[in-house]
């Protein structure tokens, strides 16, 4: 039994006349009448019972044809359902990305997508930099940001979102002792001759913005996280460092659902 045999049946029923039927159904009247004695056969009841009028549905017909209702029904709102996936305009994301680029890039950019396509999740996490090129490999996550340069791009899809820039900020208040301020990852990433020997290694970037705004010492951040107390005049870059590019990694095009890829050109376009 499939489907279209119960969209037969219930065109049928609810007719009530086999002739009838046929006719809206464009199939011969032999033929349908040879399709539901197959159905009764197959069910092992009978489903209709003829009358003066033409046909009436049986204790089992009555029982058959609100299930038969029921399940057109919901095949019609899976499909519909499924057609929305399949259009990308619903679906799940999983975003990662390292502190550097979590704190300033995901949250208006994220926000920006969803007014777009409210249909679709997106669920963010904070990944370790070093984690993120094999956590889309695995399906951990979806799709990544990332500073890293040693990519492997046969095995991963990988395009260039931003570029952006290491620098050394400061206040215009004195800095006492020279103190510097940086993560662990901007301590690993940037070679010696970036770091002074008064380098104090903290937790986050925010952590390096805050103790820099309050006059501590200058800190090391990418240009993006702190461009806003630039323009403010709040901070001052003193040097420019090094340059970056945030890329973007996923699976291969094959391997990508059609929610994520309405991201992927979100993000090609900006």
């Avoid at 049928?12 to 039927?21: D, F, M, P, Q, R």
């Avoid at 029904?73 to 994301?93: A, N, T, V, Y």
């Amino acid at each position: 039994m499939n489907i279209k045999n119960l969209e037969t049946f219930l065109v049928v029923a609810k007719t009530g006349n086999i002739s009838e039927a046929a006719k809206t159904l464009f199939i011969s009247q032999p033929s349908l009448s040879m399709k539901m004695k197959r159905l009764e056969e197959q069910l092992g009841v009978p489903l209709l019972s003829t009358h003066s009028k033409g046909i009436k549905l049986t204790d089992a017909g009555e029982v058959f044809f609100n299930y038969a209702e029921k399940i057109t029904f919901m095949q019609d709102q899976l499909m519909r359902e499924l057609s929305q996936f399949r259009e990308g305009k619903k679906g799940h994301i999983i975003i990662g990305a390292p502190y550097e680029i979590y704190s300033y890039i995901l949250p208006e950019l994220i926000a920006e997508f969803i007014k777009k396509h409210p249909g679709i999740e997106i669920e963010n996490r904070l990944v370790e930099e070093t984690d993120t090129e094999s956590f889309v490999k695995n399906g951990e996550i979806d799709l990544a940001f990332t500073i890293n340069e040693e990519i492997d791009h046969y095995a991963s899809r990988v395009f260039l979102y931003q570029k952006d820039e290491w620098v050394e900020v400061s206040t215009n208040s004195r800095v006492p002792v020279n103190q510097m301020y940086c993560t662990n990852r901007t301590h690993l990433v940037l070679n010696k001759q970036s770091i002074n020997n008064k380098t104090i290694i903290v937790e986050n970037i925010d952590i390096v913005k805050r103790n820099v705004l309050a006059g501590l010492g200058s800190g090391i951040v990418l240009r993006g996280v702190v461009e806003k107390e630039i323009n403010e005049s709040s901070l001052t870059v003193t040097r420019s460092i090094r340059e970056v590019n945030i890329s973007v990694i996923t699976r291969p095009a094959e391997k990508l659902q059609y929610s994520l890829r309405r991201f992927i050109e979100f993000l090609v376009k900006k």
